[in-house]
């Protein structure tokens, strides 16, 4: 990943999950991570549980994310946000290049406890 006189730095990409998972958690109008389930996601196990997917080649990073967003929310507003959101903590947490972030929007979570 980045090297000096001292030797070098690698991430996992568990790390890497963690920061996307806490940079789309962090946008309002996410709900929560839905599971990514059945099919090809089963082969690859990492991240398939949580609701986000990393892939790495070289220094570049792809994100799949599948949300649960709130009620009236804007879908179009709250994906971009979470795409920007993702990206720029990585860059910056990391240093790592995006290739892209794509964003599942899986299901809305109505509250009925509001009345």
Same mark, same amino acid.
């Given at each position: 990943? #980045?090297?000096?006189? +001292?030797?070098? #730095? #690698?991430? %996992? =990409?568990?790390? &890497?999950?963690?920061?996307?998972? @806490? ?5 309002? $109008?996410?709900?929560?991570?839905? =599971?990514? %389930?059945?099919?090809? /996601? !089963?082969? *690859?196990? !990492?991240?398939? $549980? ?9 220094? #570049?990073? *792809?994100?799949?994310?599948? @949300?649960? &967003?709130? +009620? ?8 971009? /946000?979470? +795409? +920007? /959101? ?15 972030? /794509? ?13």
């Amino acid at each position: 990943m #980045t090297e000096n006189a +001292q030797g070098k #730095t #690698t991430v %996992s =990409p568990d790390v &890497l999950t963690t920061i996307a998972r @806490l940079a789309a958690l962090s946008v309002p $109008g996410v709900s929560r991570l839905a =599971p990514v %389930s059945g099919g090809v /996601n !089963r082969l *690859f196990k !990492r991240g398939a $549980g949580d609701g986000v997917r990393i892939e790495t080649e070289e220094n #570049t990073v *792809f994100v799949d994310l599948h @949300l649960v &967003l709130q +009620q009236d929310v804007n879908i179009r507003e709250v994906s971009r /946000n979470v +795409q +920007q /959101n993702v990206a720029r903590s990585i860059q910056e947490m990391v240093g790592m290049e995006i290739g892209h972030v /794509n964003i599942h929007i899986e299901d809305i979570d109505y509250e009925d406890n509001e009345a």
